[in-house]
């Protein structure tokens, strides 16, 4: 019988969890924002993680982008002392950008939505 998940979804899960902890609590630097770690994916050989996160303001992703790209030998190292396994996966951000498109979507449906409203609220015959 098959378990219910891979070995990796359960480390890369623990990895978010510790993460989103160490970054909260160990870095303090302003300059961070609203962070979100919003998935982790791990290689079948726990050599690399990657940590998809999102930012708020968005436009300060690609600084937040850099900032945990220089932290992440410190994080790794963090991260070591707290996973149960033999590999600690080295860190790459990736900054999440589905959460931006979605907005833009959610914007442009609703932008239709009150176009399509106004043209409905027309009386018959008047055009």
């Known amino acids: 019988m098959q378990a219910q998940y891979k070995r990796t979804d359960r480390v890369a899960e623990q990895i978010q969890k510790i993460l989103a902890v160490l970054i909260h609590k160990e870095l303090k630097d302003p300059r961070l924002g609203m962070l ?3 998935e ?3 290689t079948k050989d726990l050599a690399y ?3 998809f996160f999102s930012v708020f303001p968005d ?3 690609e600084q ?3 900032l945990l790209s220089n932290a992440s030998s410190f994080l790794r190292k963090q991260l070591a002392s707290e996973l149960s396994t033999r590999i600690t996966p080295k860190l790459r951000f990736r ?3 589905s959460l931006v498109e979605g907005q ?3 914007t442009a449906l609703a932008g239709h939505r009150i176009a399509g409203d106004r043209q409905n609220d027309e009386p ?3 055009e």
């Open 36 to 38: 979100t770690i919003n």
């Open 49 to 51: 993680a990657d940590v």
């Open 59 to 61: 436009e300060h992703a």
């Open 95 to 97: 900054f999440d950008s």
């Open 104 to 106: 833009k979507i959610d």
């Open 124 to 126: 018959y015959g008047q």
């Open 40 to 42: 982790v994916r791990v």
């Open 64 to 66: 937040t982008q850099l």
